[in-house]
């Protein structure tokens, strides 16, 4: 099945740097790779995706890079604020039907200091 | 707007005794699942419906059943409730691949 890997576990920054997250998967079927921001106590988000067919996309600050050559994706964060801080899930699947499930990543905590 | 509800957020049940967590959508999603999740660790899938078919996950306990009786809503029992299940329960929903969860529902167990 597939495995996910996610480091670092932790990660602070300075507000208004960037942050980066990477992702790596083991399954070369996987196309549809999610990334969830979760705050204390409440649910996870879905912040943004990429499917297998696009290497990049973006929505304001943050960014996803996907690199299916070497099965790893990024999550980029540009100009931090301290409301970005949460922990991060990056997921993989590779079924759209019946059998649709996401493996995630164990997570890793953002610290943004003011 | 709700778009995937769970019922009820806290939930407070004894060692041993039955309990069950309610979700319902509006998104009219075929996909339902059930996570649960211990604190600083990722969502641990349960099980999922695709439509009225019933998907386990190989190392989901038998205290754990599940009931969909229609699109809108999904139920997670828990026949025996120990110490160990004390969790965050999240309910999802998905139509191409896309999770949308609910807020969960923190269950305790004294």
Known sequence: ?114 | DAMVIQNPRYQVTQFGKPVTLSCSQTLNHNVMYWYQQKSSQAPKLLFHYYDKDFNNEADTPDNFQSRRPNTSFCFLDIRSPGLGDAAMYLCATSRRQEQFFGPGTRLTVL
């Not at chain 1, 992702?23 to 549809?32: G, K, V």
């Not at chain 1, 890079?65 to 980029?76: D, G, P």
């Open chain 1, 1 to 114: 099945g597939e495995n996910v890997e996610q480091h670092p576990s932790t990660l602070s920054v300075q507000e208004g740097d960037s942050a980066v997250i990477k992702c790596t998967y083991s399954d070369s079927a996987s196309n549809y790779f999610p990334w969830y921001k979760q705050e204390l106590g409440k649910r996870p988000q879905l912040i943004i995706d990429i499917r297998s067919n696009v290497g990049e996309k973006k929505d304001q600050r943050i960014a996803v890079t996907l690199n299916k050559t070497a099965k790893h994706f990024s999550l980029h964060i540009t100009e931090t604020q301290p409301e970005d801080s949460a922990v991060y899930f990056c997921a993989a699947s590779s079924d759209s039907g019946a059998n649709s499930k996401l493996t995630f990543g164990k997570g890793i905590t953002l610290s943004v200091r003011p």
